[in-house]
C-alpha cells in the first residue's frame, strides 16, 4: 500500500487492537507509535461505550483523534475535527454525534418486541456490574463502564437459534439493526460502523481538501461494514469461533489474533511505505 495522502487507520478493539481474552495490547505499540511519528491518524470503531473509551483512548496516545463508540452509534469529535456548525462540546472536549436512536428508547422498544414475541432475551444494560464482568472478564468499575449505553442495546438470547432468527425478523420489521459481536448481540437504530466510518473519512475530506487513504481493521461479523468502507481491509484472526466473510478486494486475512494479527495487517499493507512525517 503506497501511500501519496493522509492515512486513516480505522480499528476495532476488542479482538483485534485488544486481546479478545485480556485486552493486552503491548504487541501493537509499536505500529502505534510508528504511525503516530507518521502522521497517521487511528480511529478507534468499536462497540464499546464513550465511559469506556476515555481511559482506553489515554493509554493507546489517541485523545486526539476521532472515535466511534456502540457500533456506529456514538461519533465522538476533537476539536480539530470539528466545523463551526457542529453541537457545542461536552465536558470532556468532545463533540458527540448520536445519528441513531437513544439507548432508553431502544430498550423500551425492546422489552415491547421481546413481550410480543415471548422472547428470551436479557439486556447488558439491565444486568448487574458482578454479571457483566463474570460475562466478559471486565473488573467491576469497567463492567460498570461497559452498562452505560447511549445509542445502542447489547442483548443475550436465551432461546434456540430458530427463535433467534425470528425475533432477529421482528427486530428489523420494527426499524432496528442487529448485528453480532464477540459476545453479544447488539441492537440499534439505522447505524453501523460502516456508516461512521464513511462520514468520518467525509468529514476529514472537507477539512482538508483531499480525500484520505483509509484501512480498516477488525476480526467480527460487526466488523464488515467497517471492512468494507475502507480502502484496504485486515481481516483480524477471531478469537471467537464466529464466521465472518468480507466482499473486498483488497483483503488481508492474519495467522494471527488480537493485537499480534493487527500489526501482522499493518506489516502486509503498510511494510515500509510509511515515512515519519507522512
Not at 153 to 173: H, N, S
Request: hydrophobic content about 40%; aromatic content about 6%.
Amino acid at each position: 500500500m503506497i501511500l501519496d495522502r493522509r492515512l486513516l487507520v480505522f480499528t476495532d478493539l476488542d479482538g483485534s487492537l485488544l486481546d479478545h481474552h485480556d485486552y493486552d495490547w503491548s504487541p501493537a505499540a509499536p505500529w502505534l507509535e510508528r504511525l503516530a511519528a507518521a502522521g497517521a491518524t487511528v480511529i478507534p470503531v468499536t462497540s464499546k461505550t464513550r465511559a469506556e473509551l476515555a481511559g482506553l483512548r489515554r493509554q493507546l496516545g489517541l485523545t486526539d483523534t476521532p472515535f466511534v463508540a456502540e457500533n456506529g452509534a456514538v461519533i465522538g469529535l476533537p476539536a480539530t475535527w470539528r466545523r463551526p456548525d457542529d453541537p457545542p462540546a461536552d465536558v470532556d472536549g468532545l463533540t458527540l454525534l448520536t445519528p441513531g436512536d437513544d439507548a432508553a428508547s431502544l430498550a423500551d422498544r425492546l422489552h415491547r418486541l421481546a413481550t410480543e414475541q415471548r422472547a428470551p432475551v436479557r439486556l447488558l444494560s439491565e444486568l448487574d456490574d458482578a454479571e457483566v464482568a463474570e460475562l466478559t472478564g471486565l473488573p467491576l468499575e469497567e463492567a460498570a463502564l461497559a452498562r452505560r449505553r447511549e445509542g445502542s442495546q447489547p442483548l443475550l438470547w436465551d432461546g434456540d437459534e430458530t427463535g433467534w432468527r425470528r425475533f432477529c425478523m421482528a427486530l428489523e420489521r420494527d426499524g432496528l439493526t442487529v448485528t453480532r459481536g464477540g459476545r453479544f448481540h447488539h441492537v440499534m437504530g439505522r447505524v453501523d460502523k460502516g456508516r461512521a466510518v464513511r462520514w468520518l473519512a467525509e468529514r476529514f475530506q472537507a477539512l482538508h481538501r483531499m480525500r484520505p487513504a483509509t484501512l480498516g481493521l477488525g476480526d467480527g461479523p460487526n466488523d464488515i461494514p467497517l471492512l468494507t468502507a475502507t480502502d484496504r481491509a485486515v481481516l483480524i484472526r477471531g478469537a471467537h469461533g464466529l464466521p465472518v466473510t468480507v466482499p473486498h478486494g483488497a483483503l488481508y486475512r492474519t495467522r494471527h489474533s488480537g493485537p499480534r494479527g493487527w500489526a501482522e495487517g499493518l506489516d502486509h499493507w503498510l511494510g515500509n511505505s510509511l515515512e515519519d512525517g507522512g
